[in-house]
C-alpha cells in the first residue's frame, strides 16, 4: 500500500535532481563520452538502423500496441467479471501508460529546454542553461525548443505500474526491473546521439513513479 510518505520522498528526491544537475556537470561530463570533438560528430548517428528501428520507432510503437492490449484487457475483464484480483493493478496501467507520456509531454512544451545537439558546446546554436532560467536577452533565436524532460523513455517508464499488478513480491519487481532496463534503454539511446542529457531521462524516471505511486493511491479497490 502507497503511503504519502512514499510520494512526498520520491517528490523531494525529484526536486533535489533538478538541483543537483542544475548546478553540477554531470550531465557535460557523461556527455562528453558520446561526443568527437575532433569529427563534430556523435559516436552514433541518429540515422543508423537497426538502432533507430530497435531503440526509437519499434519500441515506440511496441509500447504503444502494449498499452493498447492492457486496455483492452481491463475493459474485457470488467464485463465479463474476469481477473477481479488484477482490476486495480490494469487500470493503474492504463492510465500511467497515458498520464505519464502527456505529463512528460506538456513539461516538454513549457520548459524551452535545448537537446546537447543543440548547445553550443556540441555545435549547436543554444547557451546552455538550467531548466528555471531565461535565455540571455543577446541570444536571437526565439524558436521554443522542446528537449525536457525526456519524453522517449517515458514509455518505458510507464511500464513500472506494472508493479502494482502483480502480487508475489518477485515479480512485482521482476516487472519493476524490467520496466527500468527498456526505459534507459531508450534514454540511452539518446544520449548518444545526442538527444539527451543523462539527468533528462532521469528525471523522466523520477517523474514517472511518482505519477505511478499518485495513481495508485488514487485508484482504489
Given at each position: 500500500?502507497?503511503?504519502?510518505?512514499?510520494?512526498?520522498?520520491?517528490?523531494?528526491?525529484?526536486?533535489?535532481?533538478?538541483?543537483?544537475?542544475?548546478?553540477?556537470?554531470?550531465?557535460?561530463?557523461?556527455?562528453?563520452?558520446?561526443?568527437?570533438?575532433?569529427?563534430?560528430?556523435?559516436?552514433?548517428?541518429?540515422?543508423?538502423?537497426?538502432?533507430?528501428?530497435?531503440?526509437?520507432n519499434g519500441i515506440k510503437n511496441l509500447l504503444i500496441i502494449i498499452a493498447v492490449l492492457f486496455l483492452i484487457i481491463f475493459i474485457y475483464s470488467k464485463l465479463k467479471k474476469v481477473f477481479i484480483n488484477y482490476h486495480r493493478g490494469l487500470l493503474i496501467v492504463v492510465a500511467s501508460s497515458i498520464?505519464?507520456?502527456?505529463?512528460?509531454?506538456?513539461?516538454?512544451?513549457?520548459?524551452?529546454?535545448?537537446c546537447p545537439k543543440n548547445e553550443i558546446r556540441y555545435c549547436g546554436i543554444y547557451p546552455e542553461i538550467k531548466v528555471w532560467e531565461s535565455y540571455p536577452k543577446e541570444f536571437a533565436c526565439k524558436d521554443k525548443i522542446q528537449c525536457w524532460p525526456a519524453g522517449h523513455a517515458s514509455g518505458g517508464f510507464a511500464l513500472m505500474s506494472l508493479f502494482f499488478l502483480f502480487h508475489s513480491k518477485r515479480n512485482k519487481f521482476i516487472a519493476l526491473g524490467s520496466a527500468l532496463v527498456i526505459g534507459w534503454s531508450m534514454g540511452l539511446y539518446k544520449?548518444?546521439?545526442?538527444d539527451h542529457y543523462f539527468s533528462h531521462t532521469f528525471i523522466t524516471m523520477l517523474i514517472a513513479w511518482l505519477l505511478v505511486l499518485i495513481l495508485s493511491k488514487v485508484i482504489k479497490e
Open positions: 500500500m502507497v503511503q504519502n510518505r512514499d510520494i512526498f520522498v520520491v517528490s523531494l528526491l525529484l526536486i533535489g535532481s533538478i538541483l543537483f544537475f542544475g548546478f553540477s556537470h554531470v550531465d557535460i561530463y557523461l556527455q562528453d563520452m558520446f561526443f568527437d570533438f575532433e569529427t563534430k560528430k556523435w559516436i552514433l548517428d541518429s540515422s543508423l538502423q537497426p538502432y533507430k528501428f530497435i531503440f526509437y498520464l505519464i507520456p502527456v505529463s512528460v509531454g506538456g513539461l516538454k512544451k513549457i520548459s524551452n529546454m535545448p544520449m548518444i546521439i545526442g
